[in-house]
């Protein structure tokens, strides 16, 4: 995950051309408080003109078993790493619990049986990394609007908020740990799903187990593995870097459709 985003070093380069900044190094631009006004704009139109013109329930592609790629690199982290996650891989995460709260009605705990009884979808899609490579997958999990729509949510609930077992880097206020933000029109679209089944089997701890994020009209590091707790709220900026995720926090546009 260490290379930027195709549109941001476009725009970059679009606003150094018209001589909006006068810098040569990309890291210089991205601390620029000045570029990054310019591209918090643009990522707002792109969002715009995209929702405008794109209906909010179309679907990204989706392929056949004769599509799926041979060889699906883990994005980010490959294991958490953690004594608590350790011990969950070991029981077979039979004590895994996923919580939904926040700006909720009735807060819910589901384990991962809850969550296999329940009506499913399966999809079969490409995931576009930012580092520049694709790989089309099969995904069954619970669509994530039937999970929302059980909690039920009150009124100005904007952001469905993801918190994920693993921290990529070690620091004292928890601003290491990954996490994730979708609004709720994509937490609702029918391919934003809980996935915990990938290619017909149960997720591999590499690829996010037990539970991970497929929002498939997005690039993959809003996909967050290894998820753990879902909270709805109003606002994220509030939160650690208050960008509304671990990467944005670091750079990364918060809207990453495609």
């Not at 631009?29 to 995209?50: C, D, I, P, R, S």
């Not at 700006?103 to 999809?123: C, F, G, W």
């Not at 949510?153 to 004292?172: H, I, M, N």
């Not at 187990?209 to 709805?232: F, Q, S, T």
């Amino acid at each position: 995950m260490s290379k930027i985003f195709t549109r941001r070093r476009f725009l970059i380069g679009s606003a150094a051309s018209l001589g909006a900044i006068g810098l040569t190094g990309c890291d210089d631009v991205t601390g620029n408080q000045n570029v990054q006004k310019v591209l918090a704009l643009a990522e707002g139109l792109t969002m715009g003109t995209q929702r405008l013109l794109v209906s909010p329930q179309a679907l990204a592609r989706e392929y056949t078993d004769k599509d799926i790629s041979p060889t699906f690199r883990p994005n980010g982290t490959d294991n958490p790493g953690t004594e608590d996650y350790a011990a969950m891989v070991e029981n077979g995460f039979s004590t895994w619990k996923l919580k939904v709260d926040g700006m909720v009605n009735q807060p819910m705990e589901y384990s991962l049986a809850d969550l296999k009884k329940l009506p499913s979808r399966t999809q079969i899609t490409r995931h576009d990394c930012v580092e520049g490579w694709s790989a089309i997958g099969k995904w069954t999990g619970v669509p994530l609007g039937l999970i929302l729509q059980s909690a039920g949510l009150k009124p100005g609930a904007r952001y469905a908020v993801f918190y994920c077992a693993d921290e990529l880097e070690q620091t004292l206020d928890g601003s290491g740990r990954y996490y994730e933000s979708i609004d709720l029109i994509d937490a609702f679209h029918p391919q934003t799903i809980l996935a915990y089944s990938m290619n017909g089997r149960d997720l591999e701890v590499a690829h996010g187990a037990p539970l991970r994020l497929r929002v498939e009209r997005h690039l993959g590091y809003k996909h967050a593995k290894y998820v753990m707790r879902i909270e709805i709220r109003d606002k994220f900026d509030d939160l650690w870097g208050g960008k509304g995720g671990f990467w944005e926090d670091r750079g990364y546009e918060w809207y990453a459709g495609i």
